[in-house]
């Protein structure tokens, strides 16, 4: 796979929210937290079946398409349909499996995979219609999973640069 010519720029955004939960959605806003290969420290999936592990570390979002949802009339906010990590500033139809995520000064994640929503996630959508985000139905509007490469400390206004795969 090749980087997207739009990569040869820099592609800087922002930490808008840090989010866990003890289990399930939504997911409330922290100042920062710790990230390990297996996701943040103080998170917690109901389904370990098709929820987290290594491969499913981090669930990453963009602020602006949750913005453009609210538009469309969905009720969906940050942490709602269960993102750790709410970005803003990126050009989100460049986060695509394979690219790299710098975020603050050491923690440094891979996309893995556009997540597939489930109606765990229902409420943030008009009619419970959560296939909305669906990567295969709406290209470009899916949350993605990341692996973690190097482990650290995320806080909220930490910078993300979009990075080529390696």
């Known amino acids: 796979m090749s980087a997207p010519p739009e990569l040869d720029k820099p592609q800087i ?6 989010n866990i ?9 922290v100042n920062g937290a710790q990230v390990s290969v297996f996701g943040l420290v103080g998170d917690a999936q109901n389904d370990t079946k098709h929820h987290g592990g290594p491969e499913r570390a981090v669930c990453v979002y963009s602020l602006e398409r949750i913005y453009a949802l609210q538009k469309e009339g969905h009720p969906i906010d940050v942490g709602t349909a269960g993102e750790n990590i709410t970005v803003e500033g990126l050009d989100w139809d460049l986060v695509i499996p394979g690219v ?4 603050g000064d050491r923690v440094l994640l891979e996309v893995a995979s556009f997540t597939k929503p489930c109606k765990t996630i229902k409420g943030s959508f008009t009619d ?18 990341a692996r973690v490469l190097t482990e650290g400390e995320i806080h909220f206004g930490d910078p993300v640069e979009v990075l080529a795969p390696a």
Not at 13 to 18: C, D, H, M, W, Y
Not at 21 to 29: F, H, I, N, W
Not at 100 to 103: A, Q, Y
């Open 13 to 18: 955004g922002t930490v808008a929210s840090v």
């Open 21 to 29: 939960s003890y289990g399930g959605v939504p997911k409330k806003a």
């Open 100 to 103: 790299r995520l710098c975020i």
């Open 128 to 145: 419970g219609k959560f296939v909305r985000i669906a990567q295969k139905l709406y290209p470009g509007w899916s949350r993605v999973y």
